[in-house]
């Protein structure tokens, strides 16, 4: 019996200990949003695996109020790749929380939780920091704001040793 609650109480209290989802950041002007991004850097994921480079998110402020998101890379084999999605607001206290959408039925959590109060550069997590992406306005980064960003997300509790930098043209 008493390996049983071991066993059982384990996962339970593994559960307890994880850490609090990141903070985002106060407001996010939609507007002043909108636009193009570089990825300056991010998180290895399934769905970017195919990327060499050159990419970059773009969001389109639509009529009814939701935001079309264009991602573009350049492939491994030379190539485009083009992804188009959706995102919508998931907190309107704050603009910082959306979802976003590319297939249905499938979605996933999109917090800004570092933001430059001119709109120079973001940084895009999840509430479980399984996804990353550090995003500027222009293809590259100051390697003082980049240090300074690394220890921003740091402090939020995302591991810094997973990022790859991505090239840009």
């Not at 990825?39 to 079309?68: H, S, V």
């Not at 492939?75 to 979802?99: I, Y």
Request: proline share 8%; charged share 25%.
């Amino acid at each position: 019996m008493r390996w049983f609650l071991i066993l059982f109480l384990l996962p339970v209290s593994t559960m307890c200990l994880q850490a609090a989802p990141p903070r985002v950041v106060e407001r996010v002007d939609l507007k002043r949003y909108i636009g193009t991004w570089y990825e300056i850097a991010r998180y290895p994921n399934f769905f970017q695996k195919g990327c060499a480079g050159g990419t970059t998110a773009t969001y389109e402020l639509r009529p009814d109020g939701k935001i079309t998101v264009i991602n573009r890379c350049r492939e491994k084999d030379g190539g485009a790749s083009e992804a188009r999605g959706k995102a919508w607001v998931a907190d309107p206290t704050t603009n910082a929380k959306l979802k976003v959408q590319f297939f249905w039925p499938f979605r996933g959590a999109y917090w800004v939780i570092e933001l430059d109060p001119d709109y120079r550069w973001a940084v895009v997590g999840h509430p479980d920091r399984k996804y990353l992406w550090i995003l500027s306005r222009t293809p590259e980064l100051e390697p003082a704001v980049y240090d300074d960003i690394l220890r921003r997300i740091a402090a939020q509790g995302y591991d810094l040793k997973p990022i790859i930098k991505t090239p840009q043209p």
